[in-house]
């Protein structure tokens, strides 16, 4: 298998392993992403506004749901401009329960026809649904696992199955449910929903099939842990300039300040898909001139 990000056959381009689930083996399999067949992205955004009718947020846990404003304001600003008139900005949990009721899409978008799908709780961590008669954008954020899992653990054992809170964050990590959140939700399956024996019973989880769906062209993601490059790469893929008050609010702070610290190891699957998907995130913030983009001063 060869995946490759946009169209023209360059040279230079990343390599790396994939270990691609089956029903019957783990095959190895080759991809590459190129760097310059991505979208020149400088004279105009990748997408314009106009273009933009139906998103999909996918709200994964413990990764960023503060996204949801960059991407809300950056489609309605007459929503932003309303927001700021009332002088309420970073006073106020503005989440999509907020926002949505508030300013109506067709009332204060761009476009009068902007739909996000699940409504009306977008936010609420629905999976990853194919249409392949819709055209449709993804948004999302990642987060390296060994990060999101720790959050979720500090944030009450988040979705555990445990009948006690005493677990340790190992313990933690080895519940079947808890494992691989974002790879399943990418696949069209709920993060920690199912008990144990319905994990067992769903199979495996296609790596390979995860990493192509994120390399597709109106599948948009970043890094939490590259908050700052991820919104320049949010603002060259569909315009605006990056808005420190709306782009870095944290609408809803962690318990544990700083990174994992710990030692535990992560013998998931998630762990290899994530390595996966990185090469394509690096190669379209190279396109864009994102990398190493920082926080730009409110």
């Not at 199912?194 to 769903?202: A, E, T």
């Not at 790596?207 to 939490?224: D, H, K, Y």
Request: with cysteine; charged share 20%; hydrophobic share 35%.
């Amino acid at each position: 298998m060869k995946l490759v990000v946009g169209n023209a056959t360059d040279a230079t381009s990343t390599k790396y392993a994939s270990t691609a689930s089956t029903s019957n083996s783990l095959a190895v399999q080759e991809i590459t992403v190129t760097q310059s067949t991505l979208p020149d992205f400088e004279a105009a955004p990748l997408f314009h506004q106009s273009a933009v009718h139906r998103i999909y947020w996918m709200h994964v846990q413990k990764t960023g749901g503060s996204f949801f404003m960059a991407i809300f304001f950056r489609f309605c600003p007459d929503a932003l401009i309303a927001e700021r008139k009332e002088g309420k900005l970073r006073k106020i949990y503005l989440n999509e329960e907020v926002l949505l009721p508030k300013y109506p899409p067709e009332k204060w978008c761009y476009n009068k026809d902007l739909m996000f799908y699940n409504m009306p709780s977008p936010g609420y961590h629905h999976p990853y649904v194919a249409r392949p008669n819709e055209e449709f954008f993804t948004m999302t954020m990642f987060r390296k696992p060994i990060e999101r899992l720790w959050s979720a653990y500090n944030f009450g054992r988040h979705g555990s199955w445990q009948p006690t809170s005493n677990s340790t964050f190992e313990e933690y990590t080895q519940e079947p449910n808890i494992c691989n959140c974002q790879l399943k939700m990418v696949l069209g399956r709920h993060c920690h929903k199912q008990g144990p024996q319905q994990v067992k019973q769903m199979g495996p989880l296609n790596i390979s099939l995860a990493i192509e769906r994120v390399s597709q062209p109106r599948f948009f993601f970043g890094i939490t842990g590259r908050w700052a490059e991820s919104m320049c790469l949010f603002h060259r893929w569909f315009g605006g300039k990056v808005l420190p008050d709306i782009d870095f609010f944290n609408i809803r702070k962690g318990f544990v300040p700083g990174g994992y610290q710990g030692n535990v190891v992560l013998d998931h699957d998630e762990v290899e898909w994530f390595e996966g998907i990185m090469p394509i995130f690096e190669a379209r913030l190279r396109a864009a001139n994102c990398v190493s983009f920082v926080q730009p001063e409110s």
